[in-house]
């Protein structure tokens, strides 16, 4: 389950920051339209979004709440990491972490 | 005027963060570790780490009491658990008063053996915990006040800073290291604030929450007539009522394991029993209550929730299931526990530990920032480097090399003493302490004697080393060290080393960074710098 909410909440919070220029741009060389980068906002609320249940479910809300915004500052402190030193690297691992996050889900 | 409010809260961020923050940084530091005190005390009693539990570890220990104390008023029997390997046990002798916690003897039992074991004397992860809200070798009351007043100034730092760097959620994931100093130190301050920043308003807040009625005593005291006492009774703090006097009649006790069994049955998926409390054993009227390991609330401790059984017949007496409380008060004491993490697993301390480094990383970095940005606006592209600069200038930046890197150094000079003091000193744990704070005392003294820039590597070199050969003294002096550890599958001790090498090697990189001066070479001189951007977000 913290796997779920973590892979989930990297997914969004790559969407999240691929919608804006600077970092569209340190990933792709390119701005993005403005209907691409409002896609990608939507998509990144999204995965914000669906990233809460698995921690609610693993540990009830009192616990779910803080254990998922501790999950949201490990995902961005690795998106902020990646992002001067492995652009491409932050990109790739979006598809990753989504493809895996199903998993410890089904695990339990 | 149109920035006035905004220049004024830049103003009071910049100062209510460098008066207290070197203290605020101390307190982040130590109070980051000390989310993992019970695993740093573990480590730091070598003598333990032979203890493995087992399925009988309750039995054995309830056994191992009546020969060690079978005249005793009380046993309270702690067991292993995930943070611990050992048995901690206590008993109150008969003659005692119930609330003497004084005349409780303690023991430690080997989970495996029941043996008697006997760990070094050391204050161990306790030390830093403590010294986290209450400093060392001065009134607990005043040094609270001390800690009290900094929360207060972090609350108002934190509340500040989001004003005043307003651009922080537009910001959100910019980090530029290859821009100038300035810039960088820049996003790397506010990248660990606004990543964690839900963690750092909920401790600080929480922080104050805890000191409550010492910082604001006034409602209690208007409500109460003065008498803090029949608050902190009807709060639900209240003592335990004194337990019956041992019965004449002798009876044996009955087995442990059906009731153990039992509790696991209505406390399934929490951990199991976490401690007994044998009362009057030995008697007619004995009685064996048992609490869970864990709690799955945070507002509660586990101590609410309690299974008492018949000493005797092993009859279930009751069962109580633990109060609703207020809301205010469940609030409050959510926001309290959430500070504590009592309740908080391995997976979760590690997320609260996560954050807490992101605390000390940004009040460290705020520190460095204020003696970056006044170095640039005077010119000078070297931010490291000594120069001709206002006495003010450079006090803080040789506060901020005996405190940002020399405190960590101080913390691995703490562990290194644990393992080479002799186990038998007199006051051994007050040795350890007195290591410690030699260490800081001389990382202070050695900031001012040294250029700025060696300084810096050196005590981050020195830091650096220490921890990352904490697993190799750990392995000379101990049977606890990775090589048995992590084929046994032991996180607790394995987890220790591994987070002392990463420690080390964070710091090496860090001190390679300021000795190289990479900042420098590609630092723009301050004069190329777009002075409006940069210069106007920063006052």
Known sequence: MILSSLCVAYAGLLALALAMDRHHEQVFARRPSARTSRLLGWAGWLGLALSLPPAVIGWGWAVGIPAWLGLLTVAAAALVLLFPHAPRAALRLGPVALLCAPFPALLG | MKDGFRQSMA??????????????????????????????????????????????????????????????????????????????????PVDAKPNDRAALKRATLDAGTGAVLEPRDTAGGNFLYRFHFELY??????????????????????????????????????????????????DGHVAAAVLALPFHLMITYSGLLLFMTMLMPWAVDLAYDGNRQAYFAESGFRRAPPPPRPAPQVAPLTPVAPLLAEADRRWAGRGG???????????????????????????????????????????TLEAPPAEPQPAAMATGNYLMGLHLARFAGTGMRWLFFISGVA??????SGLILWVVKRRSQRGRADTWADGPEPFGHRLADRLNIGVVAGLPLAVAA?????????????????????????????????????????????????????????????????AGHLGNSLPAGNWLLAGFDLTALAVGLLLGFAARKVGRNVFARKAAPASALPAGAVVEELT
């Open chain 2, 414 to 478: 703490y562990f290194w003493a644990n393992r080479l003091l002799p186990a038998g000193l007199e006051e051994r744990a007050g040795w350890e302490i007195g290591v410690f704070f030699l260490t800081w005392a001389a990382a202070l003294l050695h900031a001012p004697l040294r250029p700025s820039r060696r300084g810096w590597a050196e005590q981050l070199w020195a830091g650096a080393a220490l921890f990352a050969l904490l697993p190799m003294l750990n392995l000379a002096t101990a």
């Open chain 2, 11 to 92: 103003w009071l961020h910049t100062w209510s963060g460098l008066l207290l923050g070197w203290l605020l940084f101390a307190v982040f530091l130590t109070g980051t570790i000390a989310y993992f005190r019970q695993e740093v005390t573990v480590w730091m009693q070598p003598e333990l780490h032979g203890s493995i539990p087992d399925a009988g570890t309750a039995e054995r220990a309830v056994e191992r009491m009546g020969q060690l104390a079978p005249d005793a008023a009380q046993w309270t029997i702690t067991l292993p658990g995930e943070r611990s390997p050992a048995v901690s046990v206590s008993w109150r």
């Open chain 2, 137 to 186: 070798g001065m009134p607990r009351e005043v040094a609270r006040w001390i800690v009290g007043i900094a929360t207060m100034a972090m609350l108002v730092a934190i509340v500040s800073g989001i004003i005043t760097h307003r651009r922080i959620f537009k910001d959100f994931f910019t980090f530029r290291p290859e821009k100038s100093a300035l810039r960088s130190w820049m």
């Open chain 2, 359 to 364: 605390g000390t990383v940004m009040v460290g």
């Open chain 2, 273 to 315: 029993v976490g401690s007994l409390t044998v009362t009057n054993p030995g008697r007619a009227n004995a009685t064996i209550e048992l609490r869970p390991a864990e709690s799955d609330s945070i507002g509660r401790g586990a101590a609410t929730e309690r299974l008492l059984f018949d000493g005797v017949t092993g009859r």
